[in-house]
Each structure stands twice: as C-alpha cells, then as structure tokens.
C-alpha cells in the first residue's frame, strides 16, 4: 500500500521567506507526527496530532513554526521568517494511534536548505 | 529527563563478521523500545518494537533483545546491503512521540 509522502523533496528558500512542507499520512492511520533531523543531530520531536483532539506543540522550536492537519489526513507545516538553522530534513510519521499500534512509519523527509 | 544513547557511532564489520549495537535508555516506565533502519537520503524505515525485558524479535539476520536498562541489535553473518544507519527510540511519558538516539552508523564490507 502507500506509504507515507512529503512534498516538496527538496525546498531552498532565502532567509526571511515563508515555507510550507506537506505530509500525507497512511490512509486510516489517526496519529501524525513531524520531526526535524539536523546534520548530527538525532531526530527532534517537532509536533503531534491524534484524530481530533488539541496537537501537542511541546517540541516546536519557537513561534516561527506552526502546523495544521486538515479534515483528520494532509498536514503542513510552515515555517515563517527563515533562519539559517532551520535548515534540516523535515520528517512526518504517521501511526494507527490508540486503534492499534503505536509503529510510525516514516515519510522520505523534505531538505530545507536556508540561504 | 526520557534519554536514549547508542553506542557505538560508527562500525565497520567485514561480510560474515557478526556484532552488536547497544542502545541504552532512560524512561520512568517504559512504553516501547523501538528500532529503526535509515539509508542515506530516506526516512527511517520501521524494523521492531520491544515492550517488556526479556522480549525478543528476529527479521531475517536482525535480532532485537530487551533488558530493563538497554536493547541490543544483534547482526548474524551480516551482509553490505545492511549497511545504514539503526536508529532506536523510546516513547515519551505523554505518548506523543518517539525519542531518538543519534544511531550506529554500520558498514559492511565484502
């Protein structure tokens, strides 16, 4: 079946623009998760949505980053006014949640690359 | 403090030549100790999911085992298509989300 996907696969932006990233989860999968992987940094914990309930935000990095999902599937998450550290991977997982199974399956990531 | 540490960074092993990764980890009250394999330029690809010291899971030449301080993969007569990087992760106290270690980074050579 389809896994999970991300779009774009590669995003360069200038400093101080806008981004957006964004995620398809696993169809029927309720849980949905952003992470961030920096060179030689392990992955970071950005943000989490289960079906309807309020997203943890504990891990977003400043109020430059938010995230929606929309009608319980596609998320994006959007960067404002770039900064050079937010140059990363940007991952999105998605699990069957408190249905059953708490696996995440990883999307291929978007590189953002800020100049 | 949720930490998870891998040890070693980096191995290099020749074909055949079998070994092991540790994961160590720190969580008031485990909720699942999970494996992951990541290639270069991909995500992270789901291999195992450990709940209870003394649980043990296989997949082909990966056996992943648990202990109530730590996990290890162990890699039989590995080959060079097992080279990538094994991450592992613990869910956090909320439920919300995976902590990652940094990852072994495994190469193989024939």
């Known amino acids: 079946g389809a896994g999970v996907s991300q779009s774009p696969s590669n995003k360069v932006t200038e400093k101080g623009k806008d981004v957006e990233l964004r995620c398809d989860p696993i169809?029927?999968?309720?849980?949905l998760y952003w992470y961030r992987q920096s060179l030689g940094q392990g992955l970071e914990f950005l943000i989490y949505?289960?079906?309807?309930?309020?997203?943890?935000k504990s891990g977003l990095p400043s109020d430059r980053f938010s995230a929606e999902r929309t009608g319980g599937s596609v998320s994006t998450l959007t960067i404002q006014r770039t900064q050079q550290e937010d140059s990363a991977v940007y991952l999105c997982?998605?699990?069957?949640?408190?249905?059953?199974?708490?696996?995440?399956?990883f999307g291929p990531g978007t590189r953002l690359t800020v100049t | 403090e949720d930490q998870v540490t891998q040890s070693p960074e980096a191995l290099r092993l020749q074909e055949g030549e079998s070994s092991s990764l540790n994961c160590s980890y720190t969580?008031?009250?485990?909720?699942?100790l999970f494996w992951y394999r990541q290639d270069p330029g991909k995500g992270p690809e789901f291999l195992f999911t450990?709940?209870?010291a003394g649980e043990e899971k296989e997949k082909e030449r990966l056996k992943a085992t648990l202990t109530k301080k730590e996990s290890f993969l162990h890699i039989t007569a590995p080959k060079p298509e097992d080279s990538a990087t094994y991450l592992c992760?613990?869910?956090?106290?909320?439920?919300?989300?995976?902590?990652f270690g940094k990852g072994t980074t495994l190469s193989v050579s024939s």
């Open positions: 450990l709940y209870s």
């Open positions: 949505f289960q079906g309807n309930s309020a997203p943890d």
């Open positions: 992760a613990v869910r956090n106290q909320a439920g919300t989300a995976l902590i």
């Open positions: 169809s029927g999968h309720t849980a």
């Open positions: 969580v008031s009250g485990l909720r699942g």
């Open positions: 997982a998605s699990s069957r949640g408190r249905a059953g199974g708490y696996e995440q399956y």
